[in-house]
């Protein structure tokens, strides 16, 4: 059925579809409407047979999660940015323990100092977590991820993030094909866990591993993502014999075939660079497109057959990994490693800088003829960075550095001449 809604609901309605029966979740924006949503549907009687468990922070609310999923019931958290960060230690236990917990990161900044706005900072501080990651290009494509997060992740029993961005899919409108129950339900079998509490049949879990096993222990881990790697454009096929539409995967191509530069970029950024991409095609650049679905497996094979005919890549990454650079972009030359391909990195939209289709288009024709630095910051303001590292140079004294920046930027009250 076609629907105009917000993105959050949108969410919260396919999740409800996959009929869970625990969920527990802490406020922080942008996530905080799916699980308002959800918690409406659940207090009207819409959603049955399932228990919304209020907790007091994040770090409950992923044990609470954590309890219920090792008790057999089809778990469903949400979370954000520092509220990702505040349950760390527990998303680091429900991989190792291998319970099917499906989580939406609604995609924002981390700070110091704090920002509210979207970038990949948090789901990607947390890449070798164990999780499972799939980033949503549109709502529709968030819809979808999340029916097939929860049996991707009870098939292999490993948790699944669907990172979508905070505000920019979150808060928007958008027409959405949401699918009907029987749909959800001939796609989606009843949950039967892989390993449960039984009080009938006691035993531990988490129990402490020493030498001797945890090394083999961790390597399950990898192993079973590789399982993942197989079944993620399976299960996107059979979503698509189900409900009649191409979603999911682990990567889609845009005009790659004959292309000599191929951006390659996560999430919703994808849809602007398409449409530069298509003004620049129009021109006569030879330039494409590869998004990325999933992160983590990184599907190494289909970059490297993606990417085997061009001559170049540019990695666009709302990301940043202080002292090195890219993140997405290190993955990517692993992907293309002895290819001999030119490789670039730009970071971009940190804290929600806004992407703009006239500086990409300078960006990639910047590219096109191999002129861009190994690492660029798009759209930078080397002015009021370079200030800042001036006055440091000056004085020892500078106070904070936003604030200093701010200052500068008129932004507020300043009080240096």
Known sequence: ?????????????????????VICAYPISPQTHIVEGIGEMVKSGELKDCEFINVESEFAAMSVAIGSSATGARTYTATASQGLLYMVEAVYNASGLGLPIVMTVANRAIGAPINIWND???????????????????????????????????????????????FILTHAYERVDMP???QVDAFLPPYEPRQVLDPA??????????PEAFMEVRYLAHAKQMQALERIPQLA?????????DSGGLTHTYHTDDAETIVIAMGSVLGTIKDTVDEMRAAGHKIGVLGITSFRPFPLVEVAK??????????LEKSLAVGIGGIVATNVRMAVTGMGLKGYTVVAGLGGRAITMKSLAGLFEKAGRDELELLTFLDLDWKVVNRQLEREKQTRRTGPAAESMLRDLGTVASKIA
Not at 124 to 152: M, P, V, Y
Not at 238 to 245: L, P, Y
Not at 306 to 315: E, I, P, T, Y
């Open 306 to 315: 993606a990417l085997k005919n061009c001559k170049r890549f540019v990695v």
């Open 120 to 166: 990949h900072s948090d789901s990607l501080s947390q890449r070798d977590c164990g999780w499972i990651q799939l980033f949503a290009e549109t709502n529709q494509e968030a819809l979808d991820l999340h029916i097939q997060a929860f049996k991707l992740a009870e098939e292999i029993s490993m948790p699944v993030m669907v990172c979508m961005d905070g």
């Open 201 to 210: 049949d006691p035993v531990s879990i988490g129990a402490m591993v020493g």
């Open 1 to 21: 059925m076609l629907k105009q809604c917000e993105g959050s609901h949108a969410v919260a309605e396919a999740v409800a579809l996959c009929r869970p029966e």
């Open 237 to 245: 096929q059979e979503f698509k014999a189900t409900f009649g539409r």
């Open 180 to 182: 009907t129950q029987e």
